[in-house]
């Protein structure tokens, strides 16, 4: 296993997403060959690994490590926060500029959300989350936060149910920016978890600015619940270009699209 770039001066948790990445191309690495991917101490990569599996993201096997599948059940949040990540934070680095000092911003429970919010944190803004990760990553002195109570679901790390919608009626935010598990013409935005889907809708409804971010490998899928049609967003940002038909009704509607980066 070979990488461009030693990175000796990550932090760990960013070291570790590292790690998840390789594994993710080559499903198992050796201790040596992460060692000398990363530019760090074989003792370093495995106080990572140990952290990994931890959190249930990688077996240590004889002499490294692999990924831990998780079929069966709904992917593990850390998996996907780890997944598509340079599209994300692709996308994060142009929707921060969209934020300005003074404004209440609403972000959704999504891994893309995460990602943004890391970008925020330090601004003067008010920020509106049910994802305790999300709270975690902009939480700082400058920015005032306001946590929606609720039901706790361990899978997300978010707070779901009949507290969390009660808690946004008469809520009102300058903009809201979510994400969704698929992108289609005909389904519009849709997600696999309905608790989750009830929060992502009443989020948007509250947003006086309805902002979708989306990474490429999610147009073209359906999940089980429409969030919002196409037609109910202001923005859609990406890292590709949506496909002629989706790209065709946002406009349609009067809502722009955005390559991030482009």
């Not at 911003?105 to 990602?115: G, I, K």
């Not at 700082?140 to 706790?152: A, E, I, M, S, Y």
């Not at 969030?227 to 990406?238: K, T």
Request: hydrophobic letters at 45%.
């Amino acid at each position: 296993m070979t990488e461009p770039h030693l990175l000796p001066n990550l932090l760990p948790r960013e070291r570790q997403e590292r790690i998840y990445q390789l594994l993710q191309t080559r499903r198992f690495a050796s201790v040596k060959d992460l060692a000398e991917a990363l530019g760090v101490s074989e003792m370093t990569i495995r106080r990572d690994l140990a952290a990994l599996g931890s959190r249930g993201l990688v077996e240590r096997v004889f002499g490294g490590a692999q990924l831990l599948e998780q079929s069966g059940r709904e992917q593990g949040y850390t998996q996907r926060l780890y997944q598509h990540q340079a599209a994300k934070e692709l996308i994060a680095r142009r929707a921060k500029q969209l934020v300005f000092e003074g404004d209440t911003v609403a972000l959704d429970a999504s891994t893309t959300a995460v990602y943004l919010a890391r970008e925020l944190k330090g601004r003067e803004i008010t920020v509106v989350t049910n994802s305790l990760l999300v709270a975690e990553a902009v939480a700082d002195g400058n920015t005032q936060l306001l946590v929606l109570g609720g039901l706790f679901r361990p899978v997300a790390r978010s707070l779901v149910g009949p507290m969390t919608e009660a808690s946004l009626q008469g809520l009102h935010v300058d903009k809201t920016f979510f994400s969704a598990k698929g992108v289609t013409l005909r389904a519009g935005f849709t997600d696999s978890q309905m608790a989750e889907v009830a929060v992502k809708r009443l989020l948007i409804q509250a947003a006086a600015q309805k902002i979708a971010l989306v990474d490429g490998s999610k147009f073209g899928h359906t999940a089980l619940h429409t969030v919002v049609p196409l037609s109910g967003v202001d923005l859609l940002i990406s890292d590709s270009h949506p496909p002629e038909e989706v790209r065709a009704e946002l406009e349609a509607s009067g809502a722009a699209w955005e390559v991030a980066g482009g």
